[in-house]
Structures are given as structure tokens and as C-alpha cells.
């Protein structure tokens, strides 16, 4: 035998011996522990041949669906200090979650599911025109405005005024303050084209 084939055989039974072993416990993990198919007694099928087998449990008809647990309705699920609103608890909650049925909106909400919503939408629209209608009433007439000759007076008369604080002795800060105010002013002021 030569050197080059010996190895060639080392090598297929290095990769060979391992994967038989892996395959072989494999093949005994997937046997049944015992038979779970119940046949009946060889006596009872041969006495009559044409006697019905017992049905297998594959072929049995499926469990009738279970009545809702819950309502129609909207449902809230608190789970883990998350909550989630649904309609389909049964689905979207988890089996620890704790449910509670959310309630409709009160009547002084204004919401009647039982009206048509274009309907709804005039009968809001209609107490929001009384109300302001109502408002617009009882409201106060707004204060006369004084006249613009009134109004630079008064301006200027607060310019003076910061003009003479600026000129005592104050903080840096206040200061700041007094001019970024005078400034204001002034813009007010150039603003009614005084």
C-alpha cells in the first residue's frame, strides 16, 4: 500500500467514525420510549373482520370553537406597567395581563353612537354658534384705546424717566437691564411714528 492512500483512508475514517457516532445517537433519541399505538386484541379483529376499527385520534372532528370570554367592546390589558387597548383581548393581551373593560364616553361627552355622525356634526355646530352668539352678547366692549399723541407722550415720559436712573449709580446688571428697556422704547416709539 502506498503512503498517499493510507492517508487518504486515515483521513475519510477520521471524518467517517465521528459522523456514524453523531448519526447513531441521533436515530436512538428519535425512537419512542414505548409503542403509544393501541390496536385492538388479534382475537376481537378476527372473530369479525368487518367490525369497525376504533378511529384514530388524528381523524377525530375538531373541538368546537369556544364561546368569547370577553364583551364587544374596547378592553385595556395592563401587563409589566405597559398597557395596551384592544378590541380582541383574547389576541393582543397576554395570559398574565390584567384586563378591565374600558367604558364609552359619558353622555356629557357629547358622543351618541347611536346618532349618525353627520348629525351629531350639526348639532354641534349649532350649540357652538348659540354659545358664541351668547358670548358675543355678554361680552364687555373692549377699553378705548388712548390716541397717538397720547401714547408718544406717555413714551417718551418712560424714556426720561430710564434716561435718569441710567444715569445714577447702579449695578452692572441693572444697568443692562435699564437699557435693553430703553431700547424697547425707543422701537415703540419710532413704531407710532412719533
Not at 99 to 120: D, F, L, W
Amino acid at each position: 500500500m502506498r503512503k498517499d492512500s493510507a492517508r487518504v483512508w486515515a483521513i475519510v475514517g477520521a471524518i467517517a467514525v465521528p459522523l456514524a457516532a453523531l448519526l447513531g445517537l441521533e436515530y436512538l433519541g428519535r425512537m419512542p420510549a414505548s409503542p403509544e399505538v393501541s390496536l385492538p386484541p388479534p382475537a376481537t379483529a378476527m372473530a369479525n373482520p368487518h367490525s369497525a376499527l376504533p378511529e384514530p385520534a388524528l381523524l377525530a372532528p375538531p373541538p368546537a370553537p369556544a364561546a368569547p370570554r370577553y364583551a364587544p367592546g374596547t378592553y385595556r390589558c395592563m401587563s409589566q406597567g405597559r398597557a395596551v387597548y384592544t378590541d380582541k383581548p383574547e389576541r393582543d393581551c397576554a395570559t398574565s395581563a390584567e384586563v378591565r373593560p374600558v367604558n364609552a364616553a359619558p353622555a356629557a361627552a357629547g358622543i351618541a353612537p347611536a346618532k349618525p355622525y353627520q348629525q351629531q356634526l350639526a348639532e354641534l355646530e349649532q350649540a357652538q354658534a348659540a354659545e358664541a352668539t351668547r358670548t358675543a352678547v355678554t361680552a364687555p366692549s373692549p377699553a378705548p384705546q388712548p390716541s397717538r399723541a397720547a401714547r408718544c407722550q406717555a413714551l417718551w415720559a418712560d424714556i426720561q424717566r430710564l434716561d435718569s436712573l441710567l444715569h445714577q449709580p447702579h449695578s452692572a446688571a441693572m444697568g443692562d437691564h435699564w437699557a435693553a428697556e430703553r431700547r424697547r422704547l425707543s422701537d415703540l416709539r419710532y413704531a407710532e411714528h412719533c
